[in-house]
């Protein structure tokens, strides 16, 4: 039986597009309010008028903590999410190469990676977002997705992707 | 004049004075580098000064990776310095000449054990060298000769003091002339031997973790159009060895370097290594180092690794939006795509 801990849920069809979670994200993070240092980001599609903010799904055979030289990713058993130990990372970015979804990012003016950390249990992403796109509840409420296992998203995303390629 | 009291005498005092002149402009040239280097961007002169006295301790961090050839390489170091200034010949030598220095010598024994020590050790390297494929392969000529003339001042000056080869034809009678010329083209390819951080081509997988470790930005990269291109000084870097403690594929070493050549390359950064940026499938922006990817594919397979972050992140926004239940409910409420 894996933790069921509490999971970040994103209800796209809610998201405005205001970015306020990118924000608020790398001010709690980094000091300064920096969307591109956000561990958050809101995907756009402004003809469409769809926004779909995505961040770290804390997979669980996560492909960051496979690939990691020298082990500086783990599981958080108590908030069961993926942790980088900033003291052992080298800064290499196989994370951020492997990382199916792009959400782990490398920060370069502070030259570290960066990804979602749930901010240790209370997001600020979801204590900002007043239209509740995204919401902080325990695994079992996201149905779809924890039906889905980490293995099958992955395998949705590349099917994804080899359908995009065989598009262009 | 001849030669033997030519080598003795004026030979002997020209390289001091090269020696002395090349260590002064060494020193001048490495503050100026370094103070340069420091005002031209983020410069960490506590981190720097700390690693720098760090590596001449037996046990900092970067040796942890091979700590028995470290000990060993320390201990060889350290005869290498000791045993000739502290020499009882030596001091001798010195009390005699015009400037009557004198100071307390080694006992005779010690200075013994040490030479030996240091020869068993120089021989050690040598076969080390030989014997083991990898280092073999990334050995140049320069590194066997290094040895050999490390060597070989310690050898004469052993068979000097106690006499064993004095039966012999010419090397009993040359062999003091033997002693010092080896000891003066020792002394002069340490002026022009550099500790030089190298990449090696079969294993570095362009990470730049590197760069990130070092405290002097000795070693930097920059992402140029579709190559990685690492950028090295001489004079800046403090052989503080962070590189390759950090390196995860073994790839950086320190190595010494005899080159005159470089002497007077004081700011100019040298191109060490340009490696291959792999271009994302989609949008074509370079975006990680081809052998990284290829090492990370030997874990994992996936088409996703042939994109970049951002279009990785672009396609599962889509597929988020396709695979959830919001996206069914809109379907059928007003047809959305
Ligand atoms: S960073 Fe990427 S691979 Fe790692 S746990 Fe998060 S989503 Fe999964
Ligand atoms: S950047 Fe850090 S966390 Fe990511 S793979 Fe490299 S060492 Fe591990
Ligand atoms: S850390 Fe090692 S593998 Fe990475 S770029 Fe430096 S030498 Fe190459
Ligand atoms: S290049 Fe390596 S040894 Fe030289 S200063 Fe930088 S980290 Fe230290």
């Given at each position: 039986m894996?933790?069921?801990g509490?999971v970040?849920m994103?209800?796209?069809?809610k998201?405005?597009?205001c970015?306020?979670?990118e ?9 300064v309010s920096?969307?591109?240092r ?10 469409e ?22 082990k ?6 108590t ?29 370069v ?10 901010c240790?249990g ?5 204590r ?6 995204v ?9 779809v ?5 980490a ?12 359908a995009l390629?065989?598009q262009? | 004049m ?14 001091f ?11 001048v ?7 340069k ?30 700590p028995?050839?470290?000990i060993?390489r320390?201990?060889f ?15 001798a ?17 010690w200075?013994?054990w040490?030479?030996?020590l ?6 050690y ?8 494929k990898d280092?073999?392969?990334a050995?140049s000529?320069?590194?066997?000769l ?6 070989l ?11 064993s ?11 003091w002339?033997?002693h ?8 002069l390819v340490?002026v ?8 090696s081509?079969?294993k570095?997988?362009?990470c ?14 920059n992402?140029?159009?579709?190559l ?5 000084s001489?004079?800046?870097c ?5 590189c ?13 370097e ?8 004081i700011?100019p ?7 291959q ?7 074509g ?9 290829d ?7 996936g ?25 069914k409910?809109?379907k059928?409420?007003?047809n959305?795509?």
């Amino acid at each position: 039986m894996e933790p069921m801990g509490k999971v970040l849920m994103i209800n796209y069809e809610k998201c405005t597009g205001c970015r306020l979670c990118e924000l608020v994200c790398s001010v709690m993070h980094e000091g300064v309010s920096n969307p591109s240092r956000s561990r958050i980001k809101v995907v756009k599609w402004e003809s469409e008028g769809l926004y779909v903010p995505i961040s770290c799904q804390q997979c669980q055979d996560a492909p960051c903590v496979n690939v990691c030289p020298v082990k500086a990713l783990s599981r958080d058993e108590t908030l069961d999410f993926v942790e980088v130990d900033y003291d052992v990372c080298i800064g290499c970015r196989a994370c951020v190469s492997a990382c199916p979804f792009g959400a782990m990012s490398f920060d370069v003016i502070a030259k570290k990676v960066i990804k979602c950390d749930l901010c240790d249990g209370d997001p600020q992403c979801v204590r900002f977002c007043e239209i509740e796109a995204v919401e902080y509840v325990d695994a079992d409420r996201v149905s779809v997705f924890k039906k889905r296992d980490a293995a099958q998203r992955l395998s949705a995303a590349q099917k994804e992707a080899a359908a995009l390629q065989a598009q262009l | 004049m001849d030669f033997d009291s030519f080598v003795e005498g004026p030979l002997l005092w020209v390289v001091f004075f090269i020696v002395l002149i090349g260590v002064i402009a060494r020193v001048v040239f490495f503050l100026y580098a370094i103070i340069k280097s420091g005002t031209d961007r983020d410069f960490r002169w506590g981190y720097s000064l700390a690693t720098f006295g760090r590596s001449f301790v037996p046990f900092h961090n970067a040796v942890t990776k091979r700590p028995l050839y470290a000990i060993l390489r320390y201990i060889f170091h350290a005869c290498l310095i000791i045993v000739p200034v502290w020499l009882a010949g030596h001091v001798a030598l010195w009390e005699e000449s015009r400037f009557g220095w004198a100071w307390t010598a080694l006992p005779d024994a010690w200075a013994d054990w040490m030479t030996l020590l240091l020869l068993a050790l120089a021989a050690y390297f040598f076969f080390r060298r030989i014997m083991v494929k990898d280092i073999r392969l990334a050995s140049s000529t320069s590194d066997f000769l290094l040895i050999g003339i490390t060597a070989l001042p310690f050898m004469t000056g052993y068979f000097l003091t106690h006499g064993s080869l004095d039966s012999l034809p010419f090397l009993g009678d040359n062999m003091w002339t033997i002693h010092v010329l080896s000891g003066e083209a020792m002394l002069l390819v340490v002026v022009s031997l550099f500790c030089r951080t190298r990449l090696s081509l079969a294993k570095c997988t362009g990470c730049a973790a590197c760069e990130l470790s070092c405290p002097t930005g000795t070693l930097e990269s920059n992402d140029e159009g579709k190559l990685r291109i690492f950028t090295y000084s001489h004079y800046q870097c403090i052989c503080c060895g962070e590189c390759v403690n950090t390196c995860p594929e073994e790839a950086a070493e320190l190595r010494h370097e005899i080159g005159l050549g470089g002497f007077f390359q004081i700011v100019p950064k040298l191109e060490i290594r340009s490696v291959q940026l792999k271009a994302c499938d989609k949008c074509g922006a370079p975006f990680a180092p081809e052998p990284q990817l290829d090492k990370i594919g030997q874990t994992l397979t996936g088409d996703y690794l042939r994109f970049c972050p951002r279009c990785k992140k672009l396609d599962f926004a889509q597929t988020f939006y396709q695979l959830s239940p919001w996206t069914k409910k809109l379907k059928t409420a007003n047809n959305h795509p």
